[in-house]
């Protein structure tokens, strides 16, 4: 099948920048997607770094000002794979220009910018998405699939951790290339945007709106020297963050993010407890889904750690035989196939820019809360 070119403009070549190059240059081969993603333009601030980034991964151009991506004429979507305080910008100006925007998560700094981007895409209508990417672990729509499917009944509790320990030395500066995540001003969070964003985006999908919230974070480290400056500045991130929550479904939630977590290095892991059966999931053994139901039958009833490999599991028939699993950057693959495939039949891919405002209007509630010392509700703008 002759596919229709999709002319990428990509701002930001970091990590996200590989992940989602990644993905562009092998969902044709795997996927039968109308259209074939072009690596037309990768944009960086600095010329000659983004001229080895456009040279080592086939981008047939350089920018150097992501304005110029926009102004032109040869971008069909605009890919968003810089720091959180660019998104906004960015996304706006793509929209208004008429190109499709995909951003990287968090949508926003904070919901006010959120809101100001779901509208500009959407009154320009434009299709959008937000890679919360593990959303489409297999193991992870596998578990979205046992719930529509009232497999774990009514659900009692959700519980989520993000933990890291990355950001323990004092001496670790903040601010600039790689360190921007230790800087509020381009971050607008530490571990409520960064990680507990991944942790609400996928609590909502699989487990429906949070009402209400009441949150703690705090901030090991007060001050460190800011990279750009020089100078030793207050530190405005989040080192860590819990909250408790209540969903809008009854069920009671239990989210925990922290950078300081001594020997863990990303472990996201959720449990779900449901009146029949429950689920958990953890991104250190990202191929597997535990199960749990108390159905079957008492003298074999356990947890069953399920081996998301196989061809009715979702994604997998795409790649190799049963009993060989994928891993973390078939995620992006995925959300590119979907974004491809919806684009040809005229859906949505979510999580859209609106989908995507939900989640932050749960980070804003949870940062309120924390300052506030009191239960927020979660109220859209
Ligand atoms: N989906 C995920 O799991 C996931 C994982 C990591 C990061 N992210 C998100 O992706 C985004 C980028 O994170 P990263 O880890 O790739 O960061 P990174 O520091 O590795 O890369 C950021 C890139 O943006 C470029 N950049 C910064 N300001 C720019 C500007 N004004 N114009 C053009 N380029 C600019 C930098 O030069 C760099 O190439 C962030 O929003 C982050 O939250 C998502």
Known sequence: MSKKPLNIGLIGYGFMGRTHTNAYKRVNDFFD????????????RNAEAARAFAD????????????????????????????????????IAAAKAGKMVLCEKPLSMNLVDGQAMVDAVEAAGVPNTVWYNYRRVPAVTLAKQ???????GRIFHY????????????????GGAGLWRLDAAAAGSGVTGDLLAHCIDTALWLNG?????????????????????????????????SFLCRF???SLGLFESTRYARGHK????????????SIKWDLHDLHRLQYFDYRDDSIIRGWHSVHVTDGDQPYMKHWWVPGLQIGYEHTFVHQVADFLENLAAGKPTAPTFREA?????????VLDSAELGRWESVVPL
């Open 33 to 44: 997607v109308a259209y074939r993603p072009v690596l037309k333009a990768v944009c960086g």
């Open 266 to 277: 990303a472990l996201y892991t959720f449990e779900i407890n449901g009146e029949k059966a």
């Open 146 to 152: 046992l719930i529509d499917e009232g497999r774990l």
């Open 159 to 174: 519980r989520a951790n993000f933990l890291q320990d990355w950001t323990i030395s004092a001496e670790l500066p903040q």
């Open 248 to 250: 809008e479904n009854g």
């Open 56 to 91: 080592n991964w086939g981008y047939e151009s350089v920018e150097t000002d992501w304005r110029k991506v926009i102004e032109r004429k040869d971008i069909d979507a605009v890919d968003i794979c810089a720091p959180n305080n660019a998104h906004a910008e960015i996304a």
């Open 357 to 365: 405002l939900a989640t932050q209007a749960v980070c804003d509630a």
């Open 209 to 241: 709106a949070i009402a209400s919230v009441s949150a703690m974070t705090e901030t090991f480290i007060k001050e460190r020297k800011h990279t750009v400056t020089g100078k030793v500045e207050p530190v405005g991130i989040d080192d860590a963050c």
